[in-house]
């Protein structure tokens, strides 16, 4: 089944679209991380240009995003007041990534870049994930020193606020800057930034781990949010129609995995998923050095 992507500029087959939604979508509920940092990836390997790529993976990850939310603040998961300072960060921080964008492809090294970074990104988290994993197997993990509450940087900021639903008292610069830098990847990568904004809550910002998800998760809705709006009015890179085949499958597939999650042991999980991040680091490293099959691409402004 042959679908034309407006944006993309090119024909697809629809269901291998649908497939791979599906695919992330089985991830994210399994592991239970979010799918853009993987659907970029996987549209590039397909042939999708990546500035297309990770601006629909964004819009894929809002839509996404909305029932996580509603979710964890049925159970009084979310901190709204983080929350919101994270995505005033995030804006700006999405703001600064849309100029970063249009810089990069003006000098037509966007899609190095892209790329770059998911190396750099996915080949460090999947290296920690694999020695967390196997320091579980282990049982060394809890031999671990233990952690502080807040990083001391974080202790030392001015202007501190209280956070009631994370139990904590810290100034709102360190949340805004996490989120600034969340939205300049997000801008940038078309990822929702989770897997680098729960570890950040958790051992830089010392957040209770009962919040962190759907904290996450609501600063994750509204930045991508902010930065497809951004990609709409700046890049003009969403792919409307591919965006609404990737939601297809993937919320399918999202269900299907939160149910295999159940019966599957988290430390197994954690390893399958740092050994399919390190592949897709892998493919990418190999992508940046190999000769395309057509050199020249055309990119409308």
């Not at 993309?8 to 269901?15: D, H, K, Q, R, T």
């Not at 190095?112 to 990104?121: G, K, Q, R």
């Not at 606020?161 to 008292?169: I, K, P, Q």
């Not at 993937?250 to 988290?266: C, D, Y």
Request: glycine share 12%; aromatic share 8%; charged share 10%.
């Amino acid at each position: 089944m042959d679908v034309y992507l407006p944006i993309a500029n090119l024909s697809v087959n629809g269901l291998w679209i649908v497939a791979l939604g599906a695919l992330t979508g089985v991830l994210s509920g399994l592991f239970g991380v979010g799918g853009g940092f993987l659907t970029t990836p996987l549209l590039i390997f397909y042939g999708i240009p990546p500035t297309v790529a990770a601006a629909s993976a964004s819009t894929q990850v809002t839509g996404a995003s909305v029932s996580g939310v509603f979710a964890h603040s049925k159970r009084k998961g979310v901190d709204y007041r983080m929350g919101s300072v994270m995505v005033g960060g995030g804006v700006m921080g999405a703001g600064i990534g849309a100029l970063l964008f249009r810089f990069f492809r003006s000098i037509g090294q966007i899609d190095v870049v892209i790329n770059a970074l998911y190396v750099v990104l996915l080949g460090s988290i999947g290296m920690l994930m694999a020695k967390e994993g196997l320091q579980v197997l282990r049982g060394t993990a809890g031999k671990q020193a233990p952690r502080r509450r807040h990083h001391p940087l974080v202790a030392n900021l001015p202007w501190r606020w209280r956070f009631y639903g994370s139990g904590l008292y810290i100034s709102p610069l360190a949340p805004a800057l996490v989120g600034v830098v969340v939205g300049i990847l997000t801008m940038l990568m078309g990822v929702g930034g989770g897997f680098i904004l729960v570890p950040a809550m958790l051992y830089i910002l010392g957040m209770s781990a009962n919040v962190v998800v759907g904290t996450s998760l609501y600063n994750i809705l509204f930045v991508t949010i902010a930065t497809t709006i951004m990609h709409s009015l700046t890049t003009r890179a969403v792919d409307i129609v591919l965006v609404a085949l990737l939601l297809i499958g993937s919320v399918t597939g999202a269900q299907f995995g939160s149910q295999l999650a159940v019966k599957a042991k988290p430390e197994i999980l954690r390893l399958v998923l740092a050994a399919i991040v390190l592949a897709i680091a892998f493919r990418m490293l190999l992508g940046l050095f190999y000769q395309p099959d057509e050199i020249y691409t055309v990119y409308s402004l």
